[in-house]
């Protein structure tokens, strides 16, 4: 929290975004700082960053245009509806209304910092680039393609969550209608399955595997760690019960499969030897997504959630309640826990592995 105004990190960027817009410091059509501006100019992690333009997007002071990046909306704000309009603007992405696209108009010509001496406000921080002109004609349907827009739903499934991943979430982050995703992605299951594939494709293991099993099994597992890590919500799609089925976790499946069949064992073996190394990895990636959500939702990383209870904690200690969990002597390191498992896991598998017993 802010100790001069009481505001969460996320809430100072939004009043502070907020300000310039109303100054006119960011005149409408004027791109708004990105995540990434936002994560260098106010040191806060990109799921902050994130959150406070998504609150920017539903009050409806900034859009987003596909090919631009986030802009201050044309429409009124929330609040302050246009004459004949009594439901709030189009871009509301809670209103049953699809946003229209505004790619084929002219952005207007930024007031800058004229009008914040004018206005005797602050200088502005760094000046974001004025939104580029787009040609007459153009729609941004036009350039729509099922890449782009699965490219669009990872990332607002990183920011959001899957909760937060709908087909029209997507299409007001592509600035396009809903309708015009549907003739690229049949739904929003096909369009699960085809972020997953694409995650597990860019991110394919090398062939041909390592020769030695152990190390084969390291490389595969830590790379679909590093995915979840990345992704955390991905953990969620993938687990070998009611998970999604795609060409590339099959691949990813079946590289596995033959490095196991290659030491002796049977197909049948190998499933189950794969089943069980994939749930330690989904397992644990599951206890990190926790974390990741605690971060989103009250913008605090683990280190900040762990100080956020001592009082709790504290509380408890005093009572001598708990007290061999109570004496540890900090938060869990996750990445740690799952690179000491992962070595804990294969040394128990070693002799079925290599055929001088059952684990």
Same mark, same amino acid.
């Given at each position: 929290? #802010? ?5 969460? /990190? ?12 109303? +100054? ?8 708004? !700082? ?54 709030? =603007?189009?871009?509301? =992405? ?34 974001? $680039? ?7 004609? +153009?729609?941004?349907? +036009? ?27 997507? %299409? ?14 049949? %739904? ?34 830590? $790379? ?40 002796? $064992? ?11 190394? %994939? ?21 605090? #990383? ?8 001592? /009082? ?10 708990? !007290? ?8 869990? #390191? ?12 294969? #040394? ?12």
């Amino acid at each position: 929290m #802010d100790a001069e105004d009481g505001l969460s /990190p996320y809430e100072r960027i939004v009043a502070d975004i907020r300000a310039d817009i109303d +100054s006119g410091e960011l005149p409408p059509g004027c791109r708004v !700082p990105s995540t990434r501006e936002i994560t260098r100019r106010w040191g806060v992690a990109m799921a902050t960053a994130t959150k406070a333009l998504s609150v920017l997007r539903r009050e409806g002071r900034v859009e987003a245009l596909r090919g631009v990046g986030t802009v201050v909306s044309r429409a009124p704000a929330l609040g302050e509806a246009a004459p004949g309009t009594e439901n709030g =603007p189009a871009t509301d =992405p809670s209103s049953d209304r699809e946003p229209e696209p505004r790619a084929d108009r002219e952005p207007e010509h930024p007031a800058g910092p004229r009008v914040a001496r004018e206005r005797g406000t602050r200088e502005p921080r760094e000046r974001p $680039r004025s939104t580029p002109r787009v040609e007459r004609g +153009s729609h941004p349907e +036009s350039g729509l393609t099922r890449e782009g827009i699965v490219l669009a739903a990872i990332a607002v499934a990183d920011a959001e969550g899957l909760e937060g991943l709908s087909m029209r979430r997507v %299409s007001v982050e592509l600035g396009v209608s809903t309708m015009a995703l549907y003739r690229h992605v049949a %739904s929003k299951g096909e369009l699960l399955t085809e972020i997953v594939d694409h995650l597990f494709t860019v991110h394919a293991l090398a062939e041909p595997p390592p020769s030695e099993w152990r190390e084969a099994f390291e490389v595969a597992l830590v $790379r679909e760690w590093e995915i979840y890590r990345r992704h955390p919500w991905a953990a969620r799609l993938t687990v070998m019960a009611g998970g999604v089925v795609t060409p590339a976790l099959l691949r990813n499946g079946e590289w596995m499969m033959r490095v196991i069949v290659a030491q002796g $064992r049977t197909p049948d073996e190998a499933l189950e030897i794969l089943t069980i190394v %994939s749930a330690y990895t989904s397992g644990m990636a599951l206890q990190a997504t926790r974390v990741a959500l605690e971060e989103h939702e009250h913008d605090m #990383d683990a280190e900040h959630w762990w100080r956020s209870r001592f /009082p709790l904690f504290q509380r408890f200690a005093a009572e001598g309640r708990f !007290p061999t969990m109570l004496s540890v002597s900090g938060p869990p #390191d996750v990445n740690g826990m799952f690179a000491s498992g992962l070595r804990r896991l294969l #040394d128990g598998l070693t002799p079925w592995m290599e055929g001088t017993g059952a684990p």
